[in-house]
T-cell receptor, first 113, second 111 residues
């Protein structure tokens, strides 16, 4: 399967714990995006990488959130001191650069108890 | 004010029907427009871009009205497999490469 992959697919954690998600984009894609989606809403932009550089961060991304893409390949999204409001689907997407043409991964569903 | 607004539906239509969704956007500087499809508990997938002159892909027709700031998606001869949530997406040329997604319109095609 050469699509975008995400790991884990599901994560249940207790409030206050740290969690880390991984995204492996399509191999030739240099752009990588993180989105968050809650029930009944569309995906909300969190952050964007071009190669290893993080070029844009949403105001939604509080200082508890950090994302990296160390070698311009896979990316991680870490949430520290999770809160119940962090419960959502975290979607990763990659693209070659054609605006709007994103390929999404299956997402990581986070539940914070 | 949201960048993109859609009627969440649900739209319940019989097989073979024609159904249309509209979506409005607030920023007149919006550059590019798309429709994505999202099946239940799945990731969004690009359905089609929306071009200024309108465009068609099989049973799907997308149109853009810049003066009124809305885009539309028309589905002809609905199939059961068309049941999904349709997300309207707008790209604003602000220097950031991000997209604004609507909340989606849910379509159920009934046998």
């Amino acid at each position: 399967d050469t699509g975008v992959s995400q790991d884990p697919r599901h994560k249940i954690t207790k409030r206050g714990q740290n969690v880390t998600f991984r995204c492996d984009p399509i191999s030739e894609h240099n752009r990588l995006y993180w989105y968050r989606q809650t029930l009944g809403q569309g995906p909300e932009f969190l952050t964007y990488f071009q190669n290893e550089a993080q070029l844009e961060k949403s105001r939604l991304l509080s200082d508890r959130f950090s994302a990296e893409r160390p070698k311009g390949s896979f990316s991680t999204l870490e949430i520290q001191r999770t809160e119940q409001g962090d419960s959502a689907m975290y979607l990763c997407a990659s693209s070659l650069g054609t605006p709007g043409f994103l390929f999404f991964g299956p997402g990581t569903r986070l539940t914070v108890l | 004010r949201k960048e993109v607004e859609q009627d969440p539906g649900p739209f319940n239509v019989p097989e073979g029907a024609t159904v249309a969704f509209n979506c409005t956007y607030s920023n007149s500087a919006s550059q590019s427009f798309f429709w994505y499809r999202q099946d239940c508990r799945k990731e969004p997938k690009l359905l089609m871009s929306v071009y200024s002159s309108g465009n068609e892909d099989g049973r799907f027709t997308a149109q853009l009205n810049r003066a009124s700031q809305y885009i539309s998606l028309l589905i002809r001869d609905s199939k059961l497999s068309d049941s999904a949530t349709y997300l309207c997406v707008v790209r604003i040329q602000t220097g950031a490469n991000n997209l604004f997604f609507g909340t989606g319109t849910r379509l159920t095609v009934i046998p």
